[in-house]
């Protein structure tokens, strides 16, 4: 029996995860699919606002500006890329003045330090490339960039690390209430717990819905589209680039990564279906249309992968965060700016936990997590030492991004390890660099399926049903004729 | 210090490092980041290699056998499970392997690299992201080499020689492969590879047809093609579901060139692999370039001369053999993509100038000249993007030529 | 008898035309000499070199590519597809080496194209 099941393994239930473990709670992460950060916390801008954007009276607003103050330590804490690039709102008619004014004074209510509009040729000194057509805009200099799977999974192992279990492949189908506890179901196989978090992304109209039926609360994903830029187009922006607003959301961005490629997109598409995550010509070529209004001869030439993710729109405004009873706990609809709101709405949610469980500390509660150290960041003897230590990492397994055996085989025995394809690629990266795996694929379904100990045929690229081969040739003898 | 670094142990890399040993060039060393010699040769289990070098047609693994056996007969060093990291504009070779980490140093370097192969991403097909969908290449690695199967029901983008082979791979290892779409009115692969790669087992060739939407949740279910027009737009009302569980892509080759950046190597925009002279020298003194890493050949054949060349000149250059020298730029006009080498620096009884044309051309002849004064004009009866083309420029032609050569393609 | 074929011989690809004429086979269309050879025997009896693999052990791979050692008749590829699937070499092998003799009383047989 756990104290607490939080449901759903994205930034948002992994951080209350990771929270939670501050406190004596025994507690427990169910996740639908096969990893963590497998939904909306994938496939996203991975940028943390500044906050000067969602209205300073809105949860949106006072829990992105919180959470942005958080992130630099959270992520020295968990060794997770954090980047504090700044942003610019570009301005490009006389019109657009008044609503930086009007962000500039919604962040300043907030709190949030540094906000100035600033003339055409600041802007040009810093981004060269942006058009010229430009007027002005708002910097931000404490808008940042981070590694959104980086960072959903330190916080599910620093969790895990603490105490925290994690259930995968339990997508939630049924909730049935006791006196003093829930049965969480997932076909024959079940899980108690006396409290629930509904961080379940998406889905989390359905898991509250499974609890009362009468839920009105509806989650409508809203899809937006990328293309991810070679590391070859890095420079083409030093900080992260947004258009003046309009009214489906801060429009297209461009904006560097952690990883030194170029993120372009979101389009903004509501759509009913939840598994809506396909791209499409049509919004593509939006993308490209609308970056071109702000960026100058982007090299889409260069692209590597195009991907969408889908935001957690709700029929609400706002983010719904609270009590839904004494003992089930929403935080849902957690759109934009979720990523950056994120470590403030972990820590409200579980203050409010520990204090319903009258819980204690956890004074074994250890915030640090050290991750694979990247082998070429070493240094020469440090290179020299890791190898004679351990041959593995001699072998260079991704050229692209120069990954070593080494670090996958770590990547894959640690709390919340790697088990597929794109899981591995997500958190060491292998196959995220420009041939997208085309040479170091069949080497890491090797290496997974001698580190597992199953048969590479079972090795899956992302959810259960993606394997990759189909069997043994000359398994079994075919005979047709021409 | 080692005289020449061989980057790359395929057969651009075998072949001029055996060239340059043959030269009297003692301290040579080549790096192979696999586990093995021969390169991609040793996925390519299908004949048709070897016909201009050998006169008899070979598979690639007997083509690679080949030069790995004369490699070992001349005792040549190489390093296997080697990945080099890093070269400098200062011949610094960092490399790793299970030994550890070191620098290197050479008088000279070649670089063998090869290429890769083009992905999804660099066409943006639109679609889910199921599993299934692979480069031709690394299906190709799997079922020869690894010994796996891909797919059964499998569907082909582009007509690329590669794709045209995997084809009948997979349909006799058991697949069913259904169609070959191709973006062009023509196709990219030789002819004799319809024929006996498709026509031989009924496999429909679609030309002037695309991939416009991928589908599949967790593994590919189908995809669904669509005619283009003449500009390559789609043309609405042609979409067609085809159901498959594999798409393998056969859209094109890129040299691989991230070394050569990091030696502050100038690249040809077009080739997408280093600017070379007539000794196959890159912009950086001492460091030359063969092979698919400096454009992408046809034929294995063309890849053994170029590097058999490089081999020579790098071998002349250690001895400082003194040349005349003579810069002349070369420049693609219209109908030429590009030329190799895009420069000459020295005058020789005859260099030969690859270039490759952008469109089909029948009964077209070769233009070249020199500023605006016509050099020669060669009949050509047939030329296709598909097809690498050539040219031989003599002593006194050069000679006769100014600071500027021209190629292009005109009307007879 | 009469077919249109595009001659494999060399890149040019000729289109040709073979027909039987009483028991004359005359071939048109193409450029060379090859190409009229080419076209009788495609139409009589079409002949390919089947490049493959086979099972193995003892080597650095589980796969050896292999091949016949002359063309064989098309319409035999899949059954020597079927039987070669249930054979294993077992290594070393060097490259030439036959692998199977007569493969199916073709007259031809399977060698290894490299060493093992």
New interface residues.
Partial sequence: MYDVAVIGGGVIGTSIARELSKYRLKCVLIEKTNDVANGTSKANSAIVHAGYDAPYNTLKGQYNKLGSDLYEQLCLDLDVHYKRVGSFVLAFEDEDYKVLNLLKDNGEKLGIKGLSIVDRTFILSKEPNITPEVIGGLYAPSAAITDPFGLTVAMMENAMDNGVDLMMNFPVNEINREKEYYNILSGDNRIQAKYIVNAAGVYADEILKMVDSESTFKIRPRRGQY??LDK?ADGLVNSVIFQCPGKKGKGVVVAPTVDGNVLIGPTSEDLEDK?G?????V??DDVKVSASKAIENIP??E?????AGLRAESNLDDFLIGPYHETFYNVAGIKSPGLSAAPAIAEKVSKDIAEYFKAERNLHYNPKRSYVKAF?SMT?EE??NM??EN?MY???IC??E?I?EGEIVESIHRNCGGRTVNGIKRRIRPGAG???G??C??KVIEILSRELNIP??EI??????????????????????? | MYDIIVIGGGPAGLAAAIEAKKQGIEKILLLERDEELGGILQQCIHNGFGLHVFKEELTGPEYAQRFMNTFHDLNIAYALNTMVMEITPEKEVHIVNDQGYQILKAKAIILAMGCRERTRGAIAIPGKRPSGILTAGTAQRYLNIEGYMVGKEVMILGSGDIGLIMARRMTLEGAHVKGVCELMPHSNGLTRNIVQCLDDFDIPLQLSTTIVDILGEERLTGVVTAQVDEHYNIIKGTEKEISCDTLLLSIGLIPENELSKKAEILLDSKTKGPIVNEQLQTSQEGIFACGNVVHVHDLVDYVTEEAENAGRAAAHYLKDIKKSKKPIEIKPETGVVYTVPQHLDYISDQVKILFRVNSVFKHHQIVIKSDDQILKTIKKNHMAPGEMMHIYLKREELEACESKLSISIGEL | MEKQMICIVCPIGCHIEVKKVEDQVVVTGNQCNRGAVYGKEELIAPKRVLPTTVKFEGGLHERLPVKTSAPVLKSLLFELMAYLNKITVKGPVKMGDVVVKNILDTGVDMIATRDM
């Avoid at chain 1, 692209?303 to 991907?307: A, D, M, S, V």
């Avoid at chain 1, 394997?467 to 005979?479: N, S």
């Fill in positions: 293309y991810l070859s598994n995550i396909e791209t499409t010509k919004g593509l889409f030439y692209n590597i992968t195009t991907f070429m020469l290179k020299n190898i004679e041959p001699g072998n260079v050229r692209c120069q070593t420009r041939c997208q085309g040479f694929m069949p590479q045929e899956v690229k992302e959810n259960q049903g993606s394997y990759i081969l189909t069997g043994r040739t000359k398994a079994g003898a075919t005979c047709t004729t021409l």
